[in-house]
């Protein structure tokens, strides 16, 4: 397929621009996006902010061509100044919340949902039609507290490095967790939710020496900013 301008880049995957209404996101290490546009599209039936996704036929199995989508993502809002730590962290929640209320799409297990599993700042964008949550790459079905555990070591784990954002991490952290939802627990650090979090993001090969170093300090943060429960 022929491409334009390269219009970002990320960990794992370059987009292109069609023409003024279509992007192609290719993987540059051969990762599968056939999983990736029928959860996408699956999404989008329900309602949920997903960018539409044109008909993979045809297309090589690395390629998604996904509806172009104009205005910042949420890290460039907040280093802008156009949004507050506190409405990142809500907004955060809010899609969180709104993914979980959809059935999942092949579990038969009543408690599972579709996850996003790499929800933060840079994976959400402000579009004249609201917040859109983009990169569904790491996309599976499981427990709610899953997807809230991993959004909240991913911010940690910026909050206890030496980025230049590290306040405005823990702010966004701490406004995410105090909108958790009631129904989800994150566990002791022992076991539960969090727990597994933590192994995903073990094993991520995408993370960094320093990342790696730094996820106990990020998981100990996440245990110290989660609102007690009665």
Same mark, same amino acid.
């Given at each position: 397929m022929h491409t334009g301008e390269l219009l970002?880049?990320?960990?794992?995957?370059?987009?292109?621009?069609?023409?003024?209404?279509?992007?192609?996101?290719?993987?540059?290490d051969g990762g599968d996006a056939t999983a990736e546009a029928v959860v996408m599209s699956y999404l989008g039936k329900h309602g949920y902010p997903v960018p539409r996704v044109r008909d993979p036929a045809g297309l090589p199995r690395t390629d998604l061509v996904?509806?172009?989508?104009?205005?910042?993502?949420?890290?460039?809002?907040?280093?802008?100044g156009t949004i507050t730590a506190e409405e990142a962290g809500a907004t955060l929640a809010n899609?969180?919340?709104r993914l979980h209320r959809i059935p999942a799409r092949v579990s038969t297990d009543p408690a599972d949902r579709v996850l996003h599993?790499?929800?933060?700042?840079?994976?959400?964008?402000?579009?004249?039609?609201g917040?859109?949550?983009?990169?569904?790459r790491n996309t599976q079905?499981?427990?709610?507290?899953? =997807?809230? $555990?991993?959004?909240?070591?991913?911010?940690?784990?910026? +909050?206890?490095?030496? *980025?230049?954002?590290?306040?405005e991490a823990r702010a966004v952290l701490t406004a995410l967790l105090r909108h958790l939802d009631p129904a989800v627990?994150?566990?002791?650090? =022992?076991? $539960?939710?969090?727990?597994?979090?933590?192994?995903?993001? +073990?094993?991520?090969? *995408?993370?960094s020496g320093n990342e790696a170093?730094?996820?106990d300090d990020a998981m100990e943060l996440v245990l110290e900013l989660k609102p007690a429960r009665a």
């Open positions: 970002g880049s990320g960990r794992s995957a370059d987009v292109f621009a069609i023409d003024d209404h279509w992007v192609l996101r290719r993987y540059r996904i509806r172009r989508l104009s205005g910042p993502s949420m890290l460039q809002a907040l280093r802008q899609v969180l919340h599993l790499d929800l933060h700042p840079d994976n959400v964008m402000f579009t004249p039609d917040a859109m949550v983009i990169d569904w079905e499981g427990p709610p507290g899953l =997807d809230w $555990g991993m959004s909240a070591l991913i911010l940690a784990q910026v +909050a206890v490095g030496t *980025a230049a954002e590290v306040a627990d994150l566990g002791d650090g =022992d076991t $539960g939710c969090l727990t597994q979090a933590k192994k995903r993001r +073990a094993t991520d090969p *995408a993370m170093h730094i996820l």
